[in-house]
């Protein structure tokens, strides 16, 4: 079993759509958690970066961790077609010196 | 440059055959990482620099597989006798931090596909 899962999709909704992407994981040390979006052909660009549990938001982008569940979210709002890409989750522990990634899910918004 | 450049972009090989794959870290950065990406498998770490030292190298899938950092800067991958699995984008990250990883920074990838 992968330390971090994420549904590979692909996903593929309408613009203006509300998107709903998420990851489990089993090290209860993971302290700190990040979203990275990657276009085509592009390296991975960090999006949300978020310690232990609670939420974040940052324009259209809410990042929920739920460390008892031990699982995270990721809500884009009011999705536009530049928001079409793979979008991974990456954990760490405190201290750690590495990030652990999930899978990534394809996301494709639909004029 | 700006950002994190890697050389070459797409490579094509014979298995059996080395292969070198060339990251330019951002100008300052101290810390180092190589991750592979394969087709539905997400990001796999290979291993991590602090300046020229690897004090983690525990994802490097067999000893096939090496990496050398040289004056805190340019690292370098080499793949030996390459095999068909290694087929896959080579992707490389700097940071500034030292304590915790931040925000990695990531090159564009080197493709590699072995025939």
């Known amino acids: 079993q992968k330390e971090v899962e994420q549904d590979p999709g692909p996903l593929s909704v309408p613009e203006g759509a509300i998107v709903s992407l998420n990851c489990t994981y089993s090290?209860?040390?993971?302290?700190?958690f990040m979203w990275y979006r990657q276009y085509s052909r592009k390296g991975p660009e960090l999006l949300m970066y978020?310690?232990?549990?609670g939420n974040k938001e940052d324009g259209r982008f809410t990042a929920q961790v739920d460390k008892s569940s031990k699982y995270i979210s990721l809500f884009i709002r009011d999705s536009q077609p530049s928001d079409s890409a793979t979008y991974l989750c990456?954990?760490?522990?405190?201290?750690?010196?590495?990030?652990?990634f999930g899978q990534g899910t394809r996301l494709t918004i639909n004029p | 440059g700006a950002g994190v450049s890697q050389s070459p972009s797409n490579k094509v090989t014979e298995k059996g055959k080395d292969v070198e794959l060339r990251c330019d870290p951002i100008?300052?950065?101290?810390?180092l990482y190589w991750y592979r990406q394969s087709l539905g498998q997400g990001l796999e770490f290979l291993i991590y620099?602090?300046?020229?030292?690897?004090?983690?190298k525990s994802g490097l899938p067999s000893d096939r597989f090496s990496a050398e950092r040289t004056g805190g800067s340019v690292s370098t991958l080499t793949i030996q006798r390459t095999q068909q699995e290694d087929s896959a984008v080579y992707l490389c990250?700097?940071?500034?931090?030292?304590?915790?990883?931040?925000?990695?920074?990531f090159g564009e990838g080197s493709r590699l596909t072995v025939l």
């Open positions: 978020t310690y232990s549990s």
């Open positions: 990250a700097s940071t500034s931090r030292r304590g915790g990883v931040g925000e990695l920074f």
């Open positions: 990456a954990m760490t522990p405190q201290g750690a010196q590495k990030l652990v």
């Open positions: 100008s300052g950065h101290t810390a």
């Open positions: 090290n209860s040390a993971f302290q700190y």
């Open positions: 620099f602090q300046g020229n030292s690897a004090p983690d």
